[in-house]
């Protein structure tokens, strides 16, 4: 299935909460670089890796040194670092950078057990993603470039609630339970790690209007999403909107956008991360008509796009994934092509856009 590879291998971390949208995201990647993304041909069909041309995404859940039963047995969750084989992630990620294949395990998600392992080719493009792809600082050290999706709680219930009740038949009580039992390890092991990311999608509610004026269908839809990018890095540019370096605040809605309750805001600043400068591009709202995009597009600089409208494009072809319709979409879409200009840097290659 996979391309013979050549050249270097580009390692890339992308790191969240579950239920926070890194297969949505990865599917936005992914398609960036054309080809449909498959599990290992021919291997265990509850695999958790997925191989395209181009790239390739493993779970860290493959690195899990305990089980569920293990787990349980000695009350930790899957967030906790004991629960995770750190080593050899830390071995075998550094053996995929040189070239090398690895026997990666796998981590059942039905059984909760650890199946026999996986033999995974070194790829152009290997994606880590999970919970812990910056905790330990050698693996850390080993990427080339770092996302984290940053998730405000409200949104995350929300998403939890649509994915946990109306696929998996929970109840409302049940989903806040579990996110209540995860939080303590969620602060202290995997949100410290966004300090470390190059960019960061964060989720929050929307400001365009108070929660008491939404209707309910609405409440957690309508999403504010900023785009945290680390200033004077060597392997990408900031995206910027109208002037890079200026504060500015946009709103598009009129002529060339429609916009229906409560509108659209755009904003783009500089600001800090930990200490750190960065810049960051705001979306309040969501898009009526996706076509029109392209007027938005049209203001963005330092896209990494190859040729004009391709965000609008790679949206339009992947419209029914969720999040289309707003910022995190948007988002997703232009750190996917953040990903190829890192990869063109790094290997000085071109990859040729796709369509
Ligand atoms: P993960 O791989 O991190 O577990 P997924 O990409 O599978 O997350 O997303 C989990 C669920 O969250 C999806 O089924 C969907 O209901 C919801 N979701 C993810 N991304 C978005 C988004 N951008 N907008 C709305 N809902 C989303
Ligand atoms: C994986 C996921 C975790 C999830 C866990 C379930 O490791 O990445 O987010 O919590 O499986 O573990 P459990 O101990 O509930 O079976």
Not at 18 to 34: E, Q, W, Y
Not at 195 to 202: N, P, S, T
Not at 318 to 331: A, H, K, V, W
Request: charged fraction near 25%.
């Amino acid at each position: 299935v996979q391309a013979a590879k050549d050249g270097k291998t580009v390692v890339i971390g992308l790191a969240a909460d579950s239920g926070c949208g890194k297969s949505t995201f990865m599917r936005r990647m992914t398609s960036i670089f054309g080809g449909s993304a498959k599990p290992p041909a021919g291997g265990n069909p509850d695999s958790n890796t997925l191989i395209s041309d181009m790239t390739t995404v493993i779970c860290l859940d493959d690195y899990h040194c305990l089980d569920r039963k293990g787990r349980a047995e000695k009350g930790v969750t899957a967030l906790a670092p004991e629960a995770q084989n750190f080593d050899l992630m830390y071995e075998q990620v550094k053996a995929m950078k040189e070239g090398k294949a690895a026997d990666k395990p796998i981590y059942n998600h039905v059984t909760g057990a650890l199946d026999a392992p996986e033999k995974i080719e070194s790829p152009n493009i290997l994606v880590i993603e999970g919970l812990h792809p910056f905790y330990d600082e050698r693996v850390r050290d080993l990427l080339d470039f770092k996302v984290y999706l940053d998730i405000s709680d409200e949104i995350k219930f929300a998403w939890k609630i649509q994915r946990d009740m109306a696929e998996r038949g929970h109840s409302l009580d049940s989903i806040k339970k579990s996110i209540e039992a995860r939080k303590p390890d969620f602060d202290a092991y995997i949100d410290p790690q966004k300090k470390h990311a190059d960019m960061i999608i964060q989720v929050l509610p929307t400001q365009l209007v108070l929660p008491t004026q939404l209707v309910p269908d609405d409440e957690g839809k309508i999403l504010r999403v900023r785009l945290i990018q680390k200033e004077g890095k060597k392997l990408f540019d900031p995206v910027y909107l109208f002037d890079e370096g200026s504060t500015i605040s946009w709103i598009p809605c009129g002529r060339k956008l429609t916009c229906s309750f409560p509108g659209i805001k755009f904003y783009y600043g500089p600001d800090t991360w930990y200490g750190e400068d960065v810049s960051v591009l705001e979306m309040d709202g969501q898009f009526d008509k996706l076509e029109e995009l392209i007027y938005v597009e049209s203001h963005l600089s330092n896209t990494s796009a190859k040729f004009y409208g391709e965000i609008t494009q790679q949206m339009l072809k992947n419209s029914s994934f969720p999040g289309s319709n707003n910022g995190t979409g948007l988002l997703q879409t232009i750190i996917g092509l953040k990903v190829r200009e890192v990869y063109e840097r790094i290997t000085e290659k071109e990859v040729v856009p796709v369509s």
